[in-house]
């Protein structure tokens, strides 16, 4: 199989990707679309035989919950057994956008998008082609990211096609993504409500809205998750990853020296003090901005992991709560 690549970049092209993934969608397949964090490999959440194709294609644990994704909160009420008051109140807010939500499901979402749990992780993203797509279906679909299990997520068709392309029948591009990182998980089947995975809409944010918010905790398991991203390792490269804090290059130098890891092929992700003794090809900066990192971290994971990196090395980010989701994907990058 190749799969098909459909531009968005005109309305009548939009317009056919639409059919097209619907078409498909409608007969039990899986297909890559394009959303506001990352791309999703999606399928129609209410099918468990169109859902189990998601789980062989990407290699994934079964044990690992998909957040299912929806055009309003009507649909979201129908895939759940109460849209709470405090639900209300967070999808007033940040719907449609980069929060995922976790209630208790309903009866017609299949065991294997929840992992057998008793709960279900609930999205309205904002990337307009994904709308249009659920509104054409006029069904919800299961999405994790399209990659292979535990790999970088992928934020463009390219990254898609890398993985993926002979795997699936349609990868619809739609531009590169503009969050960069997946959803922030907020589980409001607990009080206080309790963020399971962070991403780029953080506590303090989720506060402001509804009082006292649980931070997440880090956990490891093999029993069924009330969420994606709760895995050790996650969202990591072919390369060895390691945070660092360096005060100069042969600071930085020496602690690569130093370490147990393979030094040759070293690639460097800086966004303050910016390393002269590496070849230029191998620094990436990123703006020290939190929004322009998540945009640009994985494309430059994956740019790392295509030019043959051994040993990526990123600078040690702020400890503000505006990059715990980013710092977050790059502990689990890195164990």
Not at 227 to 254: C, F
Not at 311 to 327: C, D, F, K, N, Y
Request: aromatic share 6%; with cysteine; hydrophobic share 45%.
């Amino acid at each position: 199989m190749t799969a098909e690549i459909l531009s968005t970049h005109t309305p009548a092209l939009f317009q056919q990707a639409v059919r097209r993934a619907a078409e498909l969608l409608r007969a039990g397949e899986v297909v890559a679309l394009p959303t506001e964090t990352v791309y999703g490999l999606a399928a129609n959440a209410l099918d468990e035989n169109a859902v189990a194709k998601i789980f062989e294609i990407k290699g994934r644990p079964a044990h690992n919950p998909i957040i299912v994704h929806v055009a309003g909160n009507e649909m979201a009420k129908r895939c759940v057994q109460n849209f709470s008051t405090a639900a209300e109140k967070f999808s007033k807010s940040f719907w449609p956008g980069p929060l995922t939500l976790v209630l208790p499901r309903a009866e017609t979402i299949p065991d294997n998008v929840t992992a057998g749990g008793a709960t279900v992780g609930v999205r309205w993203p904002s990337h307009p082609f994904i709308q249009a797509v659920i509104r054409e279906c006029s069904f919800p679909l299961a999405a994790p990211s399209a990659n292979l299990s535990n790999q970088i997520s992928p934020t463009n068709a390219a990254h898609v096609r890398a993985q993926l392309g002979g795997k699936i029948p349609l990868i619809v591009d739609g531009g590169q993504s503009q969050v960069g990182i997946e959803s922030t998980v907020l589980d409001l089947t607990v009080s206080p409500p309790r963020i399971l995975r962070p991403g780029m809409i953080h506590a303090e944010s989720l506060a402001a809205v509804a009082g006292e918010i649980s931070n997440f905790k880090f956990q490891i398991s093999n029993s069924a998750l009330r969420s994606p991203g709760l895995l050790e390792k996650h969202y990591s490269p072919k390369a060895k990853l390691v945070v660092l804090v360096w005060q100069n290059d042969t600071d930085l130098q020496s602690q690569i020296r130093n370490s147990k890891f393979e030094t040759r092929n070293c690639f460097v992700i800086a966004h303050t003090k910016i390393p002269a003794g590496f070849p230029a090809e191998n620094v990436s900066v990123i703006p020290h901005d939190a929004e322009a990192f998540a945009r640009a971290l994985y494309a430059e994971l994956h740019r790392c992991d295509a030019a043959g990196a051994k040993l990526i090395v990123v600078e040690a980010l702020p400890e503000s709560p505006e990059w715990s989701g980013i710092a977050d994907r790059l502990r689990r990058a890195a164990a």
